[in-house]
């Protein structure tokens, strides 16, 4: 328990030295563009792997739109050019929140390993 109150004590000073560094706000959007944009290339010719959406009720279908919608407005996310739709499913948190959880394992199966 010492050893994680040190530890905890650590990261407080760190944080204090090089408070300058972290904004005070979430910044909105997302990063400017650099010039380098990525893509993630999938195996030619391999089957998309577009699966029907989980089956959730009317609240929780409400609730992933509310927090799509949330986070289209903050620009943290945007819409996907992607052919391949990805499954989402609710997962409640310690607070009683429920937090978006997206399945990527059918996709991951087909993408391009560098």
């Known amino acids: 328990m010492k050893e994680l109150l040190k530890e905890f004590k650590d990261v407080e000073e760190l ?9 005070k706000d979430t910044p909105h959007g997302l ?3 650099r010039g380098i944009e990525h893509q ?9 792997p577009n699966k029907p959406a989980y089956r959730s009720n009317l609240e929780e279908t409400k609730e992933i739109q509310r927090q ?3 986070l289209m407005e903050k620009g943290w996310v945007r819409e ?5 739709a ?10 009683g929140t429920l937090r978006i959880c997206t399945n990527c394992r059918s996709i991951n ?6």
Not at 40 to 48: K, R, T, V
Not at 80 to 84: E, H
Not at 109 to 114: A, D, G, K, P
């Open 80 to 84: 996907s050019l992607s052919p391949c």
């Open 86 to 95: 990805m499954l989402v499913i609710l997962v409640p948190k310690k607070d």
């Open 15 to 23: 944080l204090k030295e090089f408070g300058d560094v972290f904004p």
């Open 68 to 70: 799509v919608e949330s």
């Open 40 to 48: 993630i290339d999938l195996i030619p010719g391999a089957s998309l």
């Open 31 to 33: 990063p400017p563009l």
């Open 109 to 114: 199966n087909i993408i391009v390993r560098y």
